[in-house]
């Protein structure tokens, strides 16, 4: 059982940025892959960013690329969302999850655990 808890959403004006945290209970962080999604409202919830177990493979939505990165400290239990450059489209509820599958993956149906979610607006 793995319990995530979102952090670091907020109103920001385009062009700013901010950093998402999505912290893990359990000790058995380090076995999931992790990802970060977003759902605007009216729209489905779509893949952001997933990282391997280690945090040696990325992979982004196009969306995104070279604007957001992110990262993981096993030693901590959390997954971070750094994002830069926002944009009003990015403007969303952040979901992070975990997947037991361990390798990156972009399905939603590979996750297991999800977080309550963090609001991110963005202003134009």
């Known amino acids: 059982q793995v319990q995530l808890v979102e952090s670091g959403g907020g109103l920001v004006q385009a062009g700013g940025s901010l950093r998402l945290s999505c912290a893990a209970s359990?000790?058995?962080?380090?076995?999931?892959?992790m990802g970060w999604f977003r759902q605007a409202p009216g729209k489905e919830r779509d893949i952001v960013a997933t990282i391997s177990w280690s945090g040696g493979s990325t992979d982004y939505a196009d969306s995104v690329k070279g604007r957001f990165t992110i990262s993981r400290d096993n030693a901590k239990n959390t997954v971070y969302l750094q994002m830069n450059s926002l944009k009003p489209e990015d403007t969303a509820v952040y979901y992070c999850?975990?997947?037991?599958?361990?390798?990156?993956?972009?399905?939603?149906?590979?996750?297991?655990?999800w977080g309550q979610g963090t609001q991110v607006n963005v202003s134009s």
């Open positions: 359990g000790r058995t962080f380090s076995s999931y892959a």
């Open positions: 999850a975990a997947s037991h599958i361990m390798v990156i993956t972009t399905r939603n149906r590979d996750y297991d655990y």
